[in-house]
């Protein structure tokens, strides 16, 4: 499943927001998900919480990766090590490839 965020923000005022729509979608599907961040362009601190929280909520049982990086949001990870916690992919083919890769696997 993809989750693509529309906004060019994830701040203080829509974090929140994200969060709990994301974990109320992610509760009634229990699949492995990628985030589209290609419309991304600002993150603080709240909007990088809330993909810890999300990390959090999906659990050891699934996946979660990140996709469609801009370079804000690469800089935001990266300055704050997140990107040694989470996968990342290129964009969303990437990210489906992927999925398709594990699901063959098992």
Do not use: H, W
Not at 57 to 76: H, M, N, S, W, Y
Not at 77 to 102: C, G, M, Q, S
Request: charged share 30%.
């Amino acid at each position: 499943m993809i989750l693509t965020v529309e906004k060019p923000r994830i701040d203080s005022q829509i974090a929140g927001v994200f969060r709990d729509e994301a974990e109320d979608y992610l509760s009634d599907n229990r699949v492995d998900c990628a985030v589209d961040l290609s419309n991304v362009r600002f993150m603080d601190s709240t909007g990088l919480s809330s993909l810890v929280s999300l990390l959090k909520f999906i659990g050891p049982d699934r996946k979660l990766e990140l996709c469609g990086l801009t370079p804000q949001v690469t800089k935001a990870l990266k300055l704050t090590r997140l990107d040694d916690i989470f996968v990342t992919r290129a964009n969303v083919r990437e990210a489906e490839l992927a999925r398709e890769a594990r699901a063959a696997m098992s």
